[in-house]
Nanobody, 119 residues
Framework: QVQLVESGGGLVQAGGSLRLSCAPS????????MGWYRQPPGNERELVAS???????QYAESLKGRFTISRDNAKNTMYLQMNNLKPDDTAVYYC?????????????WGQGTQVTVSS
């Protein structure tokens, strides 16, 4: 069973930055997409950013220009760089990897890391 291990969350003041990391417990082949989601208090989980196997990126409209998703293949790690953080960015952040082989697919999720932005 693959596990995604997240790190990098914490408490930061508004305007500050954090970088989240996500690494699988073993190499995952046939990755279709990698992404970050977040769940603010009392709200549903929402997409933050995604990165396709072809290298294209997608961001939530409100986060463009502040958040950057990236991948280091050598370290088998995915990152989310978050700049100019705002109190509304407070949420539990989850990483996701989707694997697809033919008609079979699987979604792997991290355990979640808390990001709290104080005003």
């Amino acid at each position: 069973q693959v596990q995604l291990v997240e790190s990098g969350g914490g408490l930061v003041q508004a305007g500050g930055s954090l970088r989240l990391s996500c690494a699988p417990s073993r190499t995952i082949f046939k990755i279709v997409t990698m992404g970050w989601y977040r769940q603010p208090p009392g709200n549903e989980r929402e997409l933050v950013a995604s990165l396709s196997s072809a290298g294209s990126t997608q961001y939530a409209e409100s986060l463009k220009g502040r958040f950057t998703i990236s991948r280091d293949n050598a370290k088998n790690t995915m990152y989310l760089q978050m700049n100019n953080l705002k109190p509304d960015d407070t949420a539990v952040y989850y990483c996701n990897i989707r694997q697809q082989v033919g008609d079979w697919s699987a979604d792997y999720w991290g355990q979640g890391t808390q990001v709290t932005v104080s005003s």
